[in-house]
C-alpha cells in the first residue's frame, strides 16, 4: 500500500529558531498533500494544502510567513516553522493520497512532535 | 464549535468485549472516514463511507446519511486495538476539506 514518511517524528527547539519538517510519497506521486496540527485532546486540524508547483492553499488564521510550505516535487513537501515560540509547539502531520480527493483511502505520515523551549 | 462529535470520550473494555464508538454530524456529507491514531501519533485510515456498511476483520462501520449517524463497531477486542478513535466527514462535497472529531480514547485491558 502507500506510504508517507515524515521527519523527524520530534524536536526540540529554542524560541526562535526555525524547524524544518519533511513528508515524502515513498512509492506514489502526490500532486496534493496536507498538512495538519493537533493540540493535546484536540481535533486534528488542518492547517493548509500543499500543491506541487504551486503556492500553498493556508486555511483562516494560519500565518503562511510563518508556516512556510514548499512542495518542489511529486514526493516531497516541507513545512518549515520559522522563529518557532512556545505556542508553536504540537504535533504536526501530513497526509497524502496518490488518488484525487475523496477517495477511499487517506494516507498519513507518522507526525512530528514539536516543542519549543 | 466542532461539527463533528464524538461519543464516548474515552472507553475502557477488557478484552473480548464488543466495543461502539458512535460519531454524529451536523451537516450533510458525501463521505465519512474513520480513522486510527496509535499512541505514537500515527495515523491509519480504516473505512470511508458514504452509505450501509463496511467490514474489515473485526472491524465494522455503519452509516446512516438521514441520522447524520455513524458508528465503528470492534467485535472480539483486544489490547492491540487500544488507540485513539477518529471519524471526520469531509466537508463541502467530495472535494472539501476534512473536518476531524476530537476522537475517543480506547483502553483494552487484557
Known amino acids: 500500500g502507500a506510504v508517507v514518511s515524515q521527519h523527524p517524528s520530534w524536536v526540540i527547539c529554542k524560541s526562535g529558531t526555525s524547524v524544518k519538517i519533511e513528508c515524502r510519497s515513498l512509492d506514489f506521486q502526490a500532486t496534493t498533500m496536507f498538512w495538519y496540527r493537533q493540540f493535546p485532546k484536540q481535533s486534528l486540524m488542518l492547517m493548509a494544502t500543499?500543491?506541487?508547483?504551486?503556492?500553498?492553499?493556508?486555511e483562516q488564521g494560519v500565518e503562511k510567513d510563518k508556516f512556510l510550505i514548499n512542495h518542489a516535487s511529486l514526493t516531497l513537501s516541507t513545512l518549515t516553522v520559522t522563529s518557532a515560540h512556545p505556542e508553536d509547539s504540537s504535533f504536526y502531520i501530513c497526509?497524502?493520497?496518490?488518488?484525487?480527493?475523496?477517495?477511499?483511502?487517506?494516507?498519513f505520515g507518522s507526525g512530528t512532535q514539536l516543542s519549543v523551549l | 464549535k466542532n461539527e463533528v462529535e464524538q461519543s464516548p470520550q474515552n472507553l475502557t473494555a477488557q478484552e473480548g468485549e464488543f466495543i461502539t464508538i458512535n460519531c454524529s454530524y451536523s451537516?450533510?456529507?458525501?463521505?465519512l472516514h474513520w480513522l486510527q491514531q496509535h499512541p505514537g501519533g500515527g495515523i491509519v485510515s480504516l473505512f470511508m463511507l458514504s452509505s450501509g456498511k463496511k467490514k474489515h476483520g473485526r472491524l465494522i462501520a455503519t452509516i446512516n446519511i438521514q441520522e447524520k449517524h455513524s458508528s465503528l463497531h470492534i467485535t472480539a477486542s483486544h489490547p492491540r486495538d487500544s488507540a485513539v478513535y477518529i471519524c471526520a466527514r469531509r466537508d463541502g462535497g467530495s472535494q472539501g476539506n476534512l473536518i476531524f472529531g476530537k476522537g475517543t480514547k480506547l483502553s483494552v485491558k487484557p
Open positions: 497526509s497524502a493520497t496518490p488518488h484525487p480527493r475523496g477517495a477511499e483511502k487517506l494516507f
Open positions: 451537516v450533510g456529507i458525501s463521505a
Open positions: 500543499s500543491n506541487e508547483g504551486s503556492k500553498a492553499t493556508y
